[in-house]
């Protein structure tokens, strides 16, 4: 059986930054900050600089995953990569956005050549990752440390690689303590997942 590669879409094949950013802009006259890793509370009015109100922010959110998706673009080596790794194992998209935006961002790979299977999440990925991977050897690649301790609580066997593609973000992420690297370009990503495919137990 083939192994397999378990991806999250945002900041690992896709970005999401820097495209929520310009959308926020242009559809809603706010601004995106980077003061620390969150969203709520890094959003703001551009008139007037007040923090945007945290119960407007699951619609915003929404918003953009219905109308923003086709902003994105692959991170820097995403799309050579993961299509090198597909020849010799399966690969599965594995996103935390409700079910009703899946087929968008299925499509919105599949414009930039990855036909996967997209599984839309909602809370921790460690149960998901345990049902994909069986006992197949597999890899889980993720931006968000509480994944990596998910899978790790659920899915020990299974290789957990940190990766955060926007440079900006990156400097406000620490390396997740539950994932067994972090490597946040695509070149050195792939090697990592190639050598864990080869020789885990």
Known sequence: MRPLLILDCDEV???FAAPFRQW???AHGLELRFDSFALVGNIRHKS??????????PALLDGFFAEGQTLQAPAEGAVAA???LARDMDVAVLTNIPEAYRDIRANVLRGFGLDLPVHANDGG????VKALAGGRRAVFVDDLPPHHASVAAHAAHVGRLHMVADPELRRLIPAAPD????HDAWA???TWIRTWMETAP
Do not use: M, Q, Y
């Open 13 to 15: 094949i896709l970005r």
């Open 24 to 26: 926020l802009e242009a």
């Open 48 to 57: 007037d600089g007040r923090p945007l109100d945290p119960a407007a922010f």
């Open 82 to 84: 993961i299509t090198a």
């Open 125 to 128: 990925k460690g149960r998901v």
């Open 179 to 182: 994932a067994h690297a972090r």
């Open 188 to 190: 050195e990503a792939e």
